[in-house]
């Protein structure tokens, strides 16, 4: 049996990121947020795209004012008032000032801003009272940016400060990878959808639901196809659709070693390639991970990846976030950052493995000062009680073979709300 950490860097690997070129897509500068860039993005204009005032004041020659003080001032003749958005008419000359406002172009001639608070202004005169550094709050025409230099990689996930960037570009049209499609079964006899009523033996599919949210809150797009019965049929068909449609296909259930557990034997009948059956991890241990042929997939370029979770919601939710966001990551086009984000935090309670098996304890995490607590959930951390997740962000992991941790212990904490 595989390892946690074998199997992600085997279903890494196993994982071909969308192509730039033949997935990507054109959006809307206001629909951008989210998206992955799939081209690097450069700007025409410098930034600043000219020289300007970082103060209110008055743009003056350094040469007139370097020995200002409250003694000894000098006084300049307002030539003009620059508001921002205006463009200068007149050079600043020897014995000159202008007044400036914030953002405000430079006027030619002035180098140098001196802050309204180190003058008077009596009319259309300004008394220097205090001498400024040279070229004082002047930002420079390109200083913290020059056209044409690359300002955006491939591959980031749009962040509300990317987008501001991306504006001030102009870049209105931004190229992003289109969302990865993720196909969506629940497999088994016993489940019937949330709206019908509940005949005795019956089980609610909750798994469709929770994994559809799941893609869609990684910026994937999520192919609900609804709950196929452990028929050997009736899973061939659903399955092969599948695999047409989505760059990664999630199944629900029939993974374990039960008589009705027919997944892999199907995989293995449509000629998939099979190269995970199980990983030592509790819960969740039976997890298959194929792959089809590019020819048989979605897209013939490349094979679509099949994930079997197990059927379990608390086990499907936990193999989603240990294992399919990884890959779900990596195929977006997403560059780096496949990994989940594991932090250190103090347990509040007393947490115990399964001695085999790395083990995952659902739970919140706190920030407390300059560090994290993690609270287990409350009630049975049985793999069949799925009430206990609601509000989990966070999942404690367990070494296989360690003792039990005590409260107030560090533990290595995944987060799963990033
Ligand atoms: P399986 O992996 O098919 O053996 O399923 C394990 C357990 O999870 C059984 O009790 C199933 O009824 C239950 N189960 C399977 N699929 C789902 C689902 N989509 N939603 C909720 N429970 C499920
Ligand atoms: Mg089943």
Not at 187 to 204: A, C, M, V
Request: aromatic content about 6%.
């Amino acid at each position: 049996m595989l390892s946690a950490a074998e199997a992600e860097a085997l279903i890494l690997d196993l994982t071909q990121p969308l192509d730039a070129g033949r997935d990507g897509e054109v959006v809307a500068l206001a629909e951008a947020a989210g998206r992955i860039l799939a081209q690097a993005v450069s700007g025409r204009q410098d930034f600043p795209y000219w020289d300007n005032s970082a103060m209110d004041g008055y743009a003056v020659r350094y040469a007139d004012v370097q020995h200002c003080t409250p003694e000894s001032p000098i006084t300049l003749e307002i030539i003009e008032e620059i508001p921002a958005g205006y463009v200068p008419q007149h050079t600043v000359q020897p014995g000159q000032a202008a007044r400036i406002l914030t953002g405000s172009m430079l006027p030619s001639g002035a180098d140098t801003i001196v802050i309204q608070e180190n003058t008077q202004r009596v009319g259309n005169r300004v008394t220097i009272l205090a001498a400024p550094q040279p070229q004082a709050f002047v930002r420079h025409r390109g200083e913290f940016y020059q056209a044409g230099r690359p300002l955006l990689p491939a591959g980031i996930r749009l962040t509300a400060p990317d987008i501001a960037v991306l504006a001030t570009a102009q870049c209105i049209q931004v190229p992003v990878f289109r969302r990865p499609r993720v196909a969506i079964l629940s497999t088994g006899s016993e489940l019937i959808s949330p709206d019908q009523p509940l005949q005795p033996g019956q089980i609610i599919d909750s798994n469709q639901y929770a994994l559809a949210a799941l893609v869609a809150a990684a910026g994937a797009a999520p192919l609900p196809l609804g709950i196929v019965p452990d028929q050997p049929q009736a899973l061939r068909e659903a399955i092969a659709a599948a695999v047409t449609k989505a760059d990664i296909v999630l199944s629900s259930g029939g993974v374990s070693v039960g008589d009705y557990d027919y997944v892999d034997r199907i995989l293995t009948e449509l000629g998939a390639k099979i190269h995970i059956r199980s990983v030592a991890v509790k819960p969740g241990k039976p997890l298959t991970v194929a792959t089809f042929d590019p020819t048989d997939s979605q897209d013939p370029q490349r094979p679509t990846l099949y994930f079997g979770l197990p059927g379990n919601p608390v086990s499907a939710l936990v193999t989603f976030w240990r294992f399919v966001q990884p890959a779900l990551r990596k195929c977006s086009g997403l560059a780096q950052g496949w990994q989940p984000l594991i932090v250190s935090a103090r347990t509040q309670r007393e947490l115990r493995s399964d001695g085999q098996r790395e083990s995952y304890i659902w739970g919140r995490l706190h920030p407390v000062t300059g560090s994290y607590e993690f609270q287990p959930a409350g009630g049975a951390h049985s793999s069949g009680n799925l009430i206990n997740l609601a509000q989990t962000n966070a999942l404690a992991i367990l070494t296989a073979g360690l003792p039990p941790l005590a409260a107030g212990a560090e533990v290595p904490v995944m987060r799963i709300d990033t």
